[in-house]
């Protein structure tokens, strides 16, 4: 199975495969339905390498296979 990353705002909202996943008030990342662990690891690992890095000025898809 393989995650499909998809930016909806920029360091606001992503789709993650069928879900959304936004960032609340205080800085943490909520989804309104349970992530799977692939999905959850994949969505990490596109917050250290996408999210997090100031030289991306426009996020975009992303699919992890694996």
């Avoid at 800085?27 to 999905?39: I, R, V, Y």
């Avoid at 596109?46 to 992890?64: A, D, G, L, M, T």
Wanted: hydrophobic share 30%; charged share 30%.
């Amino acid at each position: 199975m393989s995650v499909k990353i998809k930016p909806i705002v920029d360091h606001e909202s992503y789709k993650v495969n069928d879900n959304t996943i936004f960032k609340d008030g205080i800085g943490n990342w909520n989804c309104k339905n349970e992530l799977s662990n692939k999905e959850r690891f994949a969505f990490n690992q596109y917050e250290n390498i996408v999210i997090k890095n100031p030289r991306f000025k426009k996020h975009s898809i992303s699919i992890y296979k694996g």
